[in-house]
């Protein structure tokens, strides 16, 4: 399996960047989907994540209210919509595919077994 996420960039505080994951390799319908990110220095941090069906979000705290969280199935895309970005939310962004189908969101690390390679945020206060 193939994740290849893209969309990221240097922006201003306040504004907005919408990340993609494209996952190739799996039946994407039937598996759920996170993003995390990494800052330097900084532990993996768990951001958003979606269930294989679309109907339930989770989110971190940090970003509840500002990131959307989505999928399209027949494109094999899981999105982040990132508004009212702030210098904080700079980091290394990464998509991941949980390990079984059917498989609701998840907040642990463990439970994503394959990961894209990751995009860059950059926000500029």
């Known amino acids: 399996v193939q994740l290849q996420a893209s969309g990221g960039g240097l922006v201003q505080a306040g504004e907005s960047l919408r990340l993609s994951c494209v996952v190739s390799g799996r039946a994407f319908g039937y598996y759920g989907m996170g993003w995390f990110r990494q800052a330097p220095g900084k532990e993996h941090e768990f951001v958003a994540g979606?269930?294989?069906?679309?109907?339930?979000?989770d989110y971190s705290d940090s970003v509840r209210g500002r990131f959307i969280i989505s999928r399209d199935n027949a494109k094999n895309t899981v999105y982040l919509q990132m508004n009212v970005l702030k210098p904080e939310d700079t980091a290394v962004y990464y998509c991941a595919i949980r390990h079984r189908r059917y498989d609701t969101t998840s907040r642990l690390k463990d439970d994503y077994n394959d990961w894209g390679q990751g995009t860059l945020v950059t926000v500029s206060s």
């Open positions: 979606i269930s294989w069906s679309g109907y339930t979000t």
